[in-house]
């Protein structure tokens, strides 16, 4: 059974950094594209970036560019998002999902709240 | 890149069928989407893929009352038999070269 168990939201002030984790099993992580797509309070889903199964292409939305990195330990089965100069508007539930053409499974979340 | 629109609500009744649309825009109207589930308070749930020919693969444990087709640019999903766990919010996915895109998702009510 595939499980996504995802790490590492918190309150943030803006301007800060914070580092999300999801950790991974029932599924040969190593051959997966894995994303990261977020829940603002109340609003729809929105993609945020995603990590080629082979190879290391990396991928980002717009909204993100320059302030969020992607990246994959293959020896722990485990994704990472390092988010720097948070704004308000980074303000969501944040989702780790396995799969890039259709986004197959989901973990729980996890909450990341910027304010001052 | 792609762009999806949908319908922000709809509603039927419980035991009747609704019919859900997800539209691409003409550029890309020929492209696979992706249908997820998300009830009240939990995480969204895949349901399947859908083909612009109407051919579709459902993800594991989605049960027999969920289906889907495509006409043109339009696809479906279609849920029969609705349960009052199908209240929920329903968004369509799909995925260009470098980029995904969500529709902005549809509220399903059943009376």
């Known amino acids: 059974e595939v499980q996504l168990v995802e790490s590492g939201g918190g309150l943030v002030q803006p301007g800060g950094s914070l580092r999300l984790s999801c950790a991974a099993s029932?599924?040969?992580?190593?051959?997966?594209?894995m994303s990261w797509v977020r829940q603002a309070p109340g609003k729809g889903l929105e993609w945020v970036s995603t990590?080629?199964?082979?190879?290391?292409?990396?991928y980002y939305a717009d909204s993100v560019k320059g302030r969020f990195t992607i990246s994959r330990d293959r020896s722990k089965n485990t994704l990472y998002l390092q988010m720097n100069s948070l704004r308000g508007e980074d303000t969501a539930l944040y989702y780790c999902?396995?799969?890039?053409?259709?986004?197959?499974?989901w973990g729980q979340g996890t909450l990341v709240t910027v304010s001052s | 890149q792609p762009v999806l629109t949908q319908s922000s609500s709809a509603s039927a009744s419980l035991g009747s069928s609704v019919k859900l649309t997800c539209t691409l825009n003409?550029?890309?109207?020929?492209?696979?989407i992706a249908w997820h589930q998300q009830q009240p308070g939990k995480a969204p749930r895949y349901l399947m893929k859908?083909?612009?020919?109407?051919?579709?693969n459902k993800g594991s444990g989605i049960p027999d009352r969920f289906s889907g087709s495509s006409s043109g640019a339009d696809r479906y999903l279609t849920i029969s038999n609705l349960q009052s766990e199908d209240e929920a919010d329903y968004y369509c996915e799909t995925w260009d070269i470098n980029s995904w895109v969500f529709g902005g998702g549809t509220r399903l009510t059943v009376l």
């Open positions: 859908v083909e612009g020919s109407g051919r579709y």
């Open positions: 990590f080629s199964g082979s190879g290391g292409n990396t």
């Open positions: 003409n550029r890309h109207s020929t492209y696979i």
């Open positions: 999902t396995k799969g890039d053409e259709g986004f197959d499974s």
């Open positions: 029932g599924f040969t992580f190593n051959t997966y594209a």
